[in-house]
């Protein structure tokens, strides 16, 4: 693309100066089909752009952090399935790996591969909603069909490897909740097998169709340096063009022992940062997963999945601040112990959806309404992990 | 990841060095896995604006604003006190190291200078602060209510918190309460 | 008066078969939508779901019909009407057959390009009417797309016109032959152009995938329709459904030959009483035939493509297809000047541009199985079996 050329895709459509100024206040949300759950937007627009965008949310709002207080520290893990539905597992481990890191505990050597693997296919299968949603909400129905289809034969993988198809409460602390056969590690090699291919399929069905490139290059443009204004995370963060990934920066469980590569955003189709780079990071992001589940049937082998963890556990003073990498970027659990009861003091939770919303009310700013809907779902923001 | 070692015993020096001591502060590594680093809440603009623009620090990215009430006696004696302790995660954009600032703040009437000039989320993250602690972030641009609708009352968090029994006129409470589950 | 109520019957008669190919249409939709996206679709209702649309008329008016309380009651509730009118009204001149028409109008196309227009009245009426500012974006939308639009469907139109000298669809169709070689679509480049043209406004026009962005219902809730329920969604419904077998006969009509089936037909042949009735009932089925396919293709691009933003669709629409259709209706006048009918370049162009035509659609079924092949993924395969 020549420069000039360049320029003129990513001048705003209308500069703001020409609108009339009557504008009109639409609500859009919380009961709205591409506000993925509710959440809410008022947007002031003039015609078709939006002059003025204030995000609200709040609409799932389930306490999740008070309620930690008045429980004991494993009665809470299956509310870290609720923060984030679509990766359940992946904040079980989040959590799972902030209290062993206060508590001193013991993981076994096969609870931390299999934890490994729930929270690789409960990623892919995050990741699929997401690249399915984005182009259900650009109207086109079929491939979300065909994501969730692949999606509904991990929840079976899922199923014999947790006993759940979603919110699966597998994580323990000091291992996880039940052991596997070699069956079951068989069936996940041939199903990656296929996997390959869809996922390869599935990019060329839609990342090469015409209409689905001119709906997102350029449009939702976050620079690398915006992104970490933001606090953008994840896959968010790195489709701007920064390959931060906690799994890499600050390793947990075997991340070390792993080969793979950190996509990040190119801007193969229009700018670094804009909407299509963060679907393409993400399609790319489940062929890593898929490398790394593979790295991890090579290495599983037998052992105990449990180490020997106190009934009533009370965690010495003091607090931790541990962060993982879900699917949806940096989750973060902050948990205060005071030292004497057997419920933390405190747990605060930070969650990449919460970060990705703070750039809304800005980036919506001179988009037309269309777009505002396709930047908001290339974000794949989930609401109760903004909300909790 | 942890503060490189070397930076770590700088910094408590060099937060010094800048202000000749009208900054004061001490590092502490506690078990959180990174450095924290205690100072006076007065002084949390000038300790983030050196945390976030200082050539060798460039803590750029703002992981998130935590908060919590103090309301009971605990063991520790570095927590035993009354009142609001703010919890600011600040990490490297280069290697994401990470650094972490403590703040207390009195129970009564708690407040502290906003810091959301530094950052374009820690607007979100302080609301989140102020809806659910009330603690009160001065000079901020847009300071509401972010999880509960603008007319609740109280601030869920605090220790103290009693909820009302009804909410517009909704009930809030069932008639055969559930009782927490404790394990005592 | 006798002439009066045959109408009248003859009317009503046309009326419901449409509105149930319409129905049918409904079904048929979703049993290739679930194709396509490996489930099964509706197939409880009647063999393999066929009289599901029944059930699904019988649901809608049951349903309270609601009117909010703030809208404008009046022009609330005649907007589906209008939509529907506009949409029925154009089937009057299109014939199925040598007789099977409602009426042989001697402007035909015209009529038809003005029928059209209803639409655009009723779809704003419904939006404004509504209250509510999604469907009144729906609705404003839908005027400034349907009105593009019919621009370069006039255009394309224009160069039929042009080729056959006259608006009357009958003899449109006379004047094609039965052939391929004597349909329009494959005559010149120009009528080629004007077809492609003719089909994307039609779906533009129609409010179809990829241009459906007046009720986009990712973006706009339903648009214009969001407020309706029961019986009036229901009208909208059966337009939108009806319009599907508008296009496809105004295409196959226009560009394809019509109902002419196999035999040359003269116009001393529609004379009745020479004309034999199983040619009719063949035509009839042959005309069928080309409309399936062209709504076979409206409902597969619908469940393929993603939607266009509306300045995209403004800008294919001013800057792309008006002045592809003005060079087209140029080209097409200097075509008939320099090329008269039956000339050794008039035939040579009609078979280069049948075979051509044909080499497409063989090049098209290579690459779909080509596809098959290179896509080894079975899209059935589940991992367990």
């Known amino acids: ?388 | 990841m942890n503060f490189p070692a070397a930076h770590l015993e700088k910094l408590a020096k060099l937060v010094d060095s800048v202000y000749n001591g009208a900054v004061s502060s001490e590092i502490v590594q506690a078990d959180t896995k990174i450095p924290v680093l205690k100072i006076n809440s007065r002084d949390i603009r000038k300790v983030v604006e050196l945390v976030v623009h200082h050539k060798d620090l460039g803590f750029t990215y703002l992981n998130t604003i935590s908060g919590t009430h103090l309301a009971e006696t605990r063991e520790d004696e570095s927590l035993d006190l009354k009142g609001f302790e703010m919890f600011y995660v600040f990490s490297n954009s280069q290697d994401f190291s990470s650094l972490a600032i403590k703040t207390t703040l009195p129970e009564n009437n708690p407040e502290i200078d906003t810091i959301d000039d530094f950052s374009g989320s820690a607007n979100w993250f302080e609301r989140e602060i102020f809806d659910l602690l009330g603690v009160n972030f001065k000079n901020s641009q847009d300071l509401r209510r972010i999880m509960l609708p603008p007319d609740w009352e109280g601030h869920p968090l605090r220790k103290d918190f009693k909820e009302g029994s009804h909410y517009n006129g909704i009930p809030t409470t069932r008639s055969s309460e559930l009782e927490a589950i404790r394990i005592e | 008066m006798t002439q009066f109520i045959y109408m009248f019957i003859f009317a009503v008669i046309y009326l419901l078969s449409i509105a149930v190919a319409a129905g049918f249409l409904t079904v048929v939709e979703r049993r290739i939508a679930g194709r396509m996206q490996s489930r099964i679709g509706p197939n409880r209702v009647g063999p393999q779901g066929i009289v599901q649309w029944i059930a699904d008329a019988v649901k809608a008016l049951q349903k309270e019909d609601i009117i909010p309380t703030d809208a404008h009651s009046f022009l609330f509730k005649i907007a589906p009407y209008l939509v529907f009118m506009g949409v029925f009204l154009t089937l009057v001149p299109i014939p199925f057959g040598a007789y099977t028409l409602m009426e042989n109008l001697d402007t035909g196309i015209f009529y038809v390009l003005a029928m059209a227009s209803f639409v655009v009245i009723g779809v704003m009426m419904g939006g404004w009417a509504s209250n509510n500012k999604w469907s009144l974006l729906g609705g404003m939308r839908s005027a400034a797309q349907m009105i593009s639009y019919e621009v370069p469907a006039a255009l394309a139109v224009f160069v039929v016109v042009v080729m056959a000298g006259t608006l009357n669809f009958q003899k449109i169709v006379f004047s094609q032959g039965a052939s391929p070689v004597d349909w329009y679509v494959f005559r010149n480049p120009f009528a080629f152009i004007a077809f492609n043209i003719f089909f994307i406004a039609a779906l533009a026009e129609g409010n179809r995938v990829p241009f459906d962005i007046p009720e986009a219902e990712s973006e706009l809730v339903s648009g214009y329709n969001t407020e309706y329920s029961g019986m009036r969604f229901l009208f909208f419904f059966l337009a939108e459904w009806g319009n599907l077998v508008v296009i496809g006969a105004l295409v196959s009509t226009l560009f394809f030959g019509g109902w002419n089936f196999w035999f040359e037909y003269t116009l001393e042949f529609s004379v009745p009483g020479r004309y034999p009735i199983r040619f009719e009932v063949l035509g009839f089925l042959w005309f069928l035939f080309k409309v399936s396919i062209f709504v076979f293709i409206i409902i597969w691009i619908r469940w393929t493509l993603p939607r266009l933003r509306i300045d995209q669709l403004m800008d294919i629409c001013w800057k792309y297809m008006v002045p592809i259709g003005l060079f087209a209706s140029i080209g097409i006048l200097l075509w008939m000047y320099f090329v008269p009918e039956k000339s050794l370049a008039d035939t040579i162009m009609r078979y280069s541009m049948t075979s051509f035509g044909g080499l497409t659609i063989l090049y098209f079924f290579y690459r779909v199985f080509q596809n098959l092949r290179v896509t080894k993924a079975k899209i059935y395969a589940n991992p367990f079996v």
């Open chain 1, 1 to 388: 693309m020549t420069s000039a050329t360049r320029e003129k895709e990513l001048k705003p459509r209308v500069e703001i100066t020409q609108i009339s100024g009557t504008e009109i206040e639409v609500n859009m949300g919380p009961h709205h089909p591409s506000t993925h759950g509710v959440i809410r937007f008022i947007l002031f627009i003039d015609g078709e752009i939006v002059v003025r965008a204030v995000p609200d949310v709040g609409y799932l709002h389930r306490s999740i952090e008070k309620i930690a207080e008045s429980m004991p520290y494993s009665f809470f893990m299956p509310y870290t399935d609720r923060v984030d539905y679509v990766a359940a597992i992946n904040c079980n481990l989040g959590y799972a790996l902030a209290i062993e890191a206060m508590g001193g505990l013991e993981v076994p050597e096969r609870a931390t591969w299999l934890r490994m693997i729930g929270v690789e296919l409960n990623r892919i299968m995050s990741h699929l909603v997401g690249v399915g949603a984005l182009p259900l909400d650009l109207g086109a129905f079929t491939p979300f069909v065909h994501a969730l289809r692949e999606r509904e034969h991990m929840m079976d993988l899922l199923e014999i490897l947790t006993g759940t198809r979603m919110n699966n409460n597998y994580i323990r602390f000091g291992g996880v909740c039940q052991d596997v056969d070699d069956e079951f590690l068989k069936k996940l090699e041939k199903y990656l097998d296929h996997f390959v291919l869809f996922l390869e399929e599935y990019d060329r069905l839609i990342g090469t169709n015409k209409i689905f490139i001119e709906r997102l290059k350029n449009v939702g443009i976050v620079s690398g340096e915006k992104a970490l204004s933001y606090s953008f995370s994840g896959p968010n963060l790195r489709a701007s063009g920064i390959g931060l990934d906690l799994r890499k920066v600050d390793p947990y469980c075997f991340y070390n022992d792993m080969k793979f590569d950190v996509p990040v955003g190119k801007g193969i189709k229009g700018t670094v940062g804009d909407s299509f780079d963060r679907y393409i990071v993400r399609i790319e992001e489940m062929a890593e997963c898929e490398k790394i589940l593979r790295q991890i049937l090579s290495k599983i082998k037998e052992g105990p999945i449990q180490s020997k963890v106190p009934k009533k556990l009370v965690l010495p003073a003091g607090e931790a601040y541990h962060h993982t990498e879900s699917a949806r970027g940096e989750l973060g659990y902050h948990i205060i112990s005071d030292g004497k009861s057997a419920s933390p003091y405190r747990i605060k939770i930070r969650t990449g959806s919460f970060a990705s919303m703070t750039s809304l009310a800005e980036i919506f700013k001179g988009m037309m309404v269309a777009d505002v809907i396709a930047y908001f779902a290339s974000l794949d923001i989930v609401a109760p992990e903004v909300d909790r």
